[in-house]
């Protein structure tokens, strides 16, 4: 059962325009999102994080959105450059100890 | 500061031959530390977690056993490998479940 799920598989966006990757889940016990970057063969690294007591978080280009009623995520990276491409994750944690994640957006910035 | 290793970066096993990764944390006491894996185009699923030393909790369930034998130290492993056990797979640490860190992973295909 994918609690957290990331419906686009891929995203293009060419450079200087907005990005934007969407996430959803469904367990309402969720209260920390969190989104991840990835390239290939290598670990995730953290970029962004929202508690639910937020509806807003912006770091530098990166901007998450929360929606609680919607149960969606967003995450904005305004401008796109092409070393954003990556395959982008979003998670979730709630009271336990575990995050879950979506199964990625790969995004490819065209110069 | 807080660092994670993981080892091997890469390895092939045949069908059938034991697994044993290896994952420290340095800089951190009682970290979370989890399990995840990446198969080919999918997202991460989480594999195995741990609260603390001995302590193990299993989400999946698989050809796979973890053990957390100090503080800072995780290993998965099997006794018997199995075609679908190919994959990436990740060593994270974390704090109460805030930011998850991630090793550089470990690339397994087993043939």
């Known amino acids: 059962d994918q609690q957290v799920k990331q419906n686009s598989p891929s995203l293009s966006v060419q450079e200087g325009r907005i990005s934007i990757l969407n996430c959803d889940y469904t367990n309402s016990m969720f209260d920390y999102f969190l989104w991840y970057k990835k390239y290939p063969a290598e670990g995730p690294t953290f970029l962004i994080s929202?508690?639910?007591?937020?509806d807003k978080n912006e770091d530098g280009r990166f901007t998450v959105f929360l929606n609680k009623s919607a149960k969606h995520l967003s995450l904005h990276i305004v401008p796109s450059q092409p070393g954003d491409s990556a395959v982008y994750f979003c998670a979730a944690s709630g009271t336990g100890n575990q995050f879950y994640f979506g199964t990625g957006t790969s995004l490819t910035v065209i110069p | 500061s807080q660092t994670i290793h993981q080892w091997p970066a890469t390895l092939v096993q045949p069908v059938g031959s034991p697994l044993s990764l290896e994952c420290t944390v340095e800089?951190?006491?009682?970290?979370?530390l989890y399990w995840y894996r990446q198969a080919a185009g999918r997202g991460l699923q989480l594999l195995f977690y741990s609260v603390g030393i001995g302590q193990i909790s299993s989400e999946v369930p698989q050809n796979l056993s973890a053990s957390r034998p100090q503080d800072r130290q995780f290993i998965l492993s099997s006794k018997k490998l199995l075609l679908s056990d190919s994959g990436f797979y990740l060593c994270?640490?974390?704090?109460?479940?805030?930011?998850?860190?991630f090793g550089q992973g470990t690339r397994l295909t087993v043939v």
């Open positions: 800089g951190t006491s009682n970290p979370n």
């Open positions: 929202i508690s639910s007591i937020k």
């Open positions: 994270a640490w974390s704090v109460k479940s805030v930011e998850a860190f």
